[in-house]
Structures are given as structure tokens and as C-alpha cells.
């Protein structure tokens, strides 16, 4: 029984994204084609693997629970406005940056 499994790998130039593979992978460097392709593919399968959300899935996920909250009109509700101050600002700016980062 034979201990390796050969691939033979052909990526057609005139196709842009197998032509950018096919550079990338006669740039390398100092790494082994064979590793940085099994390493490639690992990656590739734990990403199909996780449970990880995309924006997508939360914006479908979204758009599933709007349709089954029903919105009420409280007739003409006037709220205060007011420009909020440099300190707020900044404040809701690193609020929304911290609630991205709980997606990556």
C-alpha cells in the first residue's frame, strides 16, 4: 500500500482567479507548495466547518425576526432633539466598533 496521495493541480491562466493562485504560488518563498496547499485546504475546511455568522446570516436572521414583531403607531410622538456632544459621539463611534468586533 502506498503512503502518499498525488494531486496533479492544473490552473488555466486565461481564468483571473486561477492565474492569481498560479502567482501566488510561484512567489512563494522559503515554503513548500505542498505544506501551504494542505494548509489551505485545512483552512478551508474548518472555515465550512465553524458555526461562525456571516453579515448575511445576521441580516437574514434580522429580517426573520422583523417579520414576526408587529409594529405599533403611537400616533405623533415628537422626540427632543439636540446635537450630541464631541464626548457622545465618540463614545457611540467605539460602541458600534466594539459590537462589530463581536462578529469577526
Given at each position: ?50 458555526k ?35 464626548e ?17
Open positions: 500500500m502506498q503512503d502518499d496521495y498525488r494531486l496533479n493541480l492544473r490552473l488555466r491562466l486565461d481564468n483571473p482567479k486561477e492565474k492569481q493562485a498560479a502567482e501566488y504560488l510561484q512567489s512563494l518563498q522559503g515554503i513548500s507548495r505542498n505544506k501551504f496547499v494542505v494548509e489551505a485546504i485545512i483552512s478551508y475546511i474548518e472555515k465550512q466547518n465553524s461562525a455568522l456571516t453579515i448575511d446570516d445576521i441580516r437574514s436572521i434580522f429580517k426573520e425576526e422583523l417579520k414576526a414583531v408587529s409594529f405599533v403607531s403611537v400616533g405623533n410622538v415628537t422626540m427632543p432633539s439636540r446635537e450630541l456632544t464631541e457622545e459621539q465618540a463614545e457611540n463611534i467605539q460602541n458600534v466598533i466594539e459590537d462589530l468586533n463581536m462578529f469577526k
